[in-house]
């Protein structure tokens, strides 16, 4: 087997020296205070005898060898995923040495141990180390999700295949303790209904049998070894759209995607309608409970079956959505939510089951749900944050999820804010004359003037039918730039219009008393097909939305004391902000000036995230981290706020 | 109010000093080294002004002042039961002086401070200390239970009234957060259905609450203030008999007691018959488990309309029975109990729910389980150590509870060994000719020639039907003594017998080919009176029975290098054990040869055990301790066993 590709760059050890990345080795180390950060220097050997790369890297202390090359993208061989059970996470630690285990005495000989060799989970960094790293003998486990994350393989769900001693007079340990002795490097935990199981099942295949254990709980005891199949289903809960991934959990790799949408649909098409559905009828909220109950239970069997995975074999859920979506999925009363002052019954689920969900997947399967900043900062911004790396990337980013609400994360890689943004409907169709959702028909790409007068690019290939919100703020920043619309977002008199763009200006007419930009004739003989235009009121819902926007980071920005230039990168992110183009975004000033190379569409990151905590347990615990590492900005009662706003309207 | 009595004798200093019950001060105490204990002195001001009686306390290293005192029952003031929140239990330390929390600086003055003064629950006893306790203010809330033991009232179930500041834009706290730092003296973990509750009461009440909070658990929240209303549910699930008390937490007084025979009864008398029913039919243990349910629903209902109580209101339920029992009520194949090795599924349950038990009490009220030690050493007999303090005494005591199966349990005060000896069915009337259950019309006492040759004591003083448990051994006891019975159990001939016992030789006659001993015969008139004997078989049986049992306990004393006249108590235990008359049971060798008045019936101890579980916390890490504590001992691999039954065969 060939090692993998290390991904960033590397360096070599002079280069390191050179560039002052490491500190030369002091003489007599001293075992670290505890607080700020330790530096490892992994020297990795790609293949034998080659020249080892370096890759230094900075870690909290106290933590695992294996933990700090995992977080870091170098890949140690491992089969148990850093549990002291494999045996295989051989490194070669120079520097203080580490104490010797018993799982070190069983994997060494007395030699390797004096030369420094260890088992890289059971070694804490608590100095400086270096440390030296064998050529992978295993194809590492890793996938690559997020945005271009790498996250090793350790998956809260763990198999272990135990073949147990039979009872005997002589020793009498429960049929649990038995269990829990041949798994003793966790600390199962088993509720009522697998101790209901496991006489059976222990008795009914020889004491052979394979614990799944997920974050410690003892959910299942099957009979044999079924220890290579672990499946895990990952939901990004939207308001419009719902989409389901089956990941296999042994290789990291999705086996099956699904998509549909949310049945709530009936009850409205944003979170604010659905929660005023609840408030108006006392059985709206079970209605709804349910409708996203069977939303996600289709999308399940359906990825299930696609991919031939038994339901049974999905062992863990994870669920990415807004505050109001995952209330109304968990049954709990969403009004709070839509009434000032915005509060949330609580921001974490800690024991919510894919049974409360509503999935008929393993019956005692644990659903991860992502935690929510802020009544309008939910778990799907969470998630995004996380696939998005928002907390570990030292670069300031900017982070927009564009939608009828808009949420606003900054940081500068040190302190991190979120704030969101009513932007109101525009950007979902809503409130605009010709708008319509970014489906078949919808006008989504916008040129003005350059071999045609009006270039669309339409979803579908179709006749235009509409306009959705990336098409508009095309259209607007199209008219701007070409002059068609002033800076205070009004069209220009004809007159102006015939002067400054004569093949577009017989287009700008009126529609009853309102001015219009006609973008879409159709032909004569087409038989249902319709005017598609932009109002003069739609250019100022834009209007509304972008200042909205706007003036949430650049508060966020002044909050941190920093201006335009000093972001780094802007993360467009959710189904709109994919298809957003860069230079209208910054054109219109829906996002900081910047080079649009700088401006990113980060595609469905809370899908992304979503699998990300599936896959790996130290992102999950990244997720839960995220509430205490992220300030809420709470917009609506700066006495500010209005004033920027103001200001944020011009383009 | 007036002070309560202090039950145990106390003493005055110089009676102490003079004991050599506490060493002298030390002039410089030095912080306790976390091992063997530290001695407390408790000066005790019954009321203002009285010279105050001395209670000298020894306790682990680490115990709060509290705990030292509630564990050895004296009363401090105290609302809120040890958990820093009522600022009642004011006691002045002498010794070193121990830190002061911000609770001390809320409750005492500068001057007090530095005289010593604080709050019992806050002051860990790491030196050995002179406490002064004050008179009470409060009506201490303690309750006699087990063994004449005072359990200071520390429920796990806890009521907090709160009023919570209404959020508003700058106060978005979570409904959750809100209330967790309004009782932030707990660690509150709230499940989804609580969750789902929480935003509608809130809002409902104008944010006037009531958490129900069971080992930091919240349960529910209730709107307005409910502090006052707390109850639970003991139940003592006997193979036989089912018993329910209905108990008060805030004044921990049994408010109604209930008992029913258990509905598993038509599948067997006893643990085997019903372990082997699900043996032979696989829908029986559904069928035994459901009839527990409806056994322990049946009683809760009862002893709820009996009181008047809401079955809302019962917030946590105990239940005590052995390792059959206790599988069957939880839907745990118990087969495996049944047949050699007899293994448990699991010695413990942590996670169990009344409504797991088929109780419509609290619907997530959870249900405390006792452990086993083993198969046949269940949680009835861990409830029964825990009333009767076999766990603190320092006394060695004997524990036997006598039945079918019979426990056995040897504590010297500080190593404490149990064991199961099969005594069969002969304690119960099962394989006795006349034999019959402890009911009405029962022989429970038997006395040979006094005023008449046979002196009968009938259960409900009717005409005598049958022979039980009890008047079995008295029978045999009294026939040994008069001599018609000889040591090897055999009934003596009738020239002997009219040569040692004249009145009495006419009984001893033939039924068919056994020789018996007529107890009872009806008078000619009494229309459907039977004759009521022992049989030579009889004696047999209860001979095999009482081998067992002592063989269990001489084996247990062997093991801990003692001899009978090292037992300072002997407690027979379970409702047959009450009945037994203690001359009996040492004349046929059921129990060491003790004075009678060491002999004592504790009566329903596994009952009481699971009423103090409820009322104090602490009396539950006590039982939960048990586990470990106390190690059991396999008899039927011993190859001494066959042995030393047979040594014990006679009489």
Redesign the interface.
């Known amino acids: 087997m060939s090692p993998p590709e290390q991904d960033p760059p590397d360096f070599t050890l002079d280069e390191v020296r050179r560039e002052g990345l490491l500190a030369p080795a002091a003489p007599a180390p001293v075992a670290h205070d505890g607080t700020g950060r330790v530096d490892l220097l992994f020297s990795v050997e790609q293949s034998p005898g080659a020249e080892p790369s370096l890759r230094p890297v900075r870690v909290p202390p106290g933590v695992s060898v294996f933990d700090a090359a995992s977080w870091n993208g170098i890949a140690i061989d491992s089969t148990c995923g850093g549990h002291g059970t494999c045996h295989k996470c051989r490194v070669k630690i120079d520097g203080p040495p580490p104490p010797i285990t018993r799982h070190d005495e069983r994997t060494f000989s007395a030699d390797q141990l004096a030369q420094g060799w260890r088992l890289a989970c059971l070694v804490s960094a608590v100095h400086d180390l270096e440390v030296a790293v064998p050529p992978l003998t295993t194809r590492p486990k890793a996938a690559t999700v997020g945005v271009g994350r790498q996250v090793i393989l350790r998956p809260a769900v763990q198999k272990r295949y135990v073949e147990l001693a039979e009872?005997?007079?002589?020793?009498?340990?429960?049929?649990?303790?038995r269990l829990q002795d041949a798994v003793d490097d966790l600390e199962l935990?088993?509720?009522?209904d697998v101790?209901?199981r496991?006489?059976?099942v222990l008795?009914g295949s020889d004491f052979k049998v394979t614990a799944v254990v997920v974050d410690e709980e003892l959910i299942d005891v099957e009979a044999g070894d079924t220890s290579g199949v672990r499946r895990a289903i990952a939901f990004d809960l939207g308001t419009t759209t719902v989409v389901a991934t089956l990941l296999d959990l042994e290789t990291g790799t999705p086996m099956a995607v699904a998509s549909m949408l949310n049945k709530q649909q009936p009850f409205g098409a944003d979170v604010i309608s659905r929660i005023s559905a609840t408030m108006l009828d006392p059985e709206a909220l079970e209605r709804l409970r349910t409708a996203a109950a069977h939303t996600l239970a289709e999308l399940a069997a359906e990825v299930c079956q696609e991919a031939g995975a038994d339901p049974r074999s999905v062992y863990e859920v994870a669920l990415a959505g807004n505050a109001t979506m995952v209330a109304l999925a968990?049954?709990?009363?969403p009004?709070?939510l839509g009434v000032?002052?915005?509060?949330?019954?609580?921001?974490s689920?800690?024991?919510?089951t894919a049974s409360?969900l509503g999935l008929t997947v393993h019956p005692r399967a644990p659903a991860v749900v992502f935690p929510s900043l802020?009544?309008y900062v939910g778990g799907d911004i969470v998630a995004g944050m996380l696939a998005t790396g928002m907390d570990r990337d030292k670069r300031t980013r900017l982070f927009i999820d564009v939608g009828t609400n808009c949420e606003i994360v900054l940081s500068d890689g040190d302190r991190i804010l979120s704030t969101a943004a009513p932007a109101g409907p525009a950007f979902e169709g809503g409130a605009i004359r010709c708008g319509m959702r970014a489906a078949d028909g919808a006008i989504e790409v916008i040129r003005l003037a350059r071999q045609e007068p009006v270039e669309l690019g339409v979803i579908g290939d179709v006749e235009p039918k509409g306009l959705c919100g990336s098409g508009l703020v095309d259209a607007v920043a199209e008219l701007v730039r070409v002059g068609l619309l002033d800076s205070s977002g009004r069209f220009v008199t004809d007159e102006a219009a015939a002067d400054l763009a004569p093949a577009l200006a017989d287009r700008l007419t009126k529609v009853g008393e309102e001015r219009v930009f006609v973008l879409h004739r159709p032909a004569p003989d087409t038989p249902v097909a319709e005017t598609v235009y932009l109002s003069q009121r739609d250019v100022r819902e834009l209007q509304f939305a972008k200042a909205a926007i706007s003036t949430g980071w650049t508060l966020l920005l002044e909050e941190l004391g920093l201006g335009h230039s000093d972001v780094q990168q802007v993360l467009l992110a959710g189904s709109f902000g994919s298809y957003l183009s860069p230079a209208a975004a910054v054109r219109i000033g829906l996002v900081p000036t910047l080079p649009t190379l700088r401006i990113v569409s980060a595609g469905n990151v809370a899908g992304e995230g979503a699998k990300m905590v599936l896959l790996s347990q130290r992102e999950r615990a990244g997720a839960a981290a995220l509430l205490e590492e992220v300030s809420?900005v709470?917009l609506?009662?700066r006495p500010d706020f209005n004033d920027r706003f103001v200001e944020q309207l011009s383009f």
């Open positions: 009872p005997s007079l002589a020793d009498q340990r429960t049929d649990l303790v935990r088993c509720g009522l101790l209901r496991l006489p059976g008795r968990l049954g709990i009363d009004e709070p000032a002052p915005f509060v949330m019954s609580s921001a689920f800690p024991s919510v409360d802020g009544a809420y709470e609506s009662d």
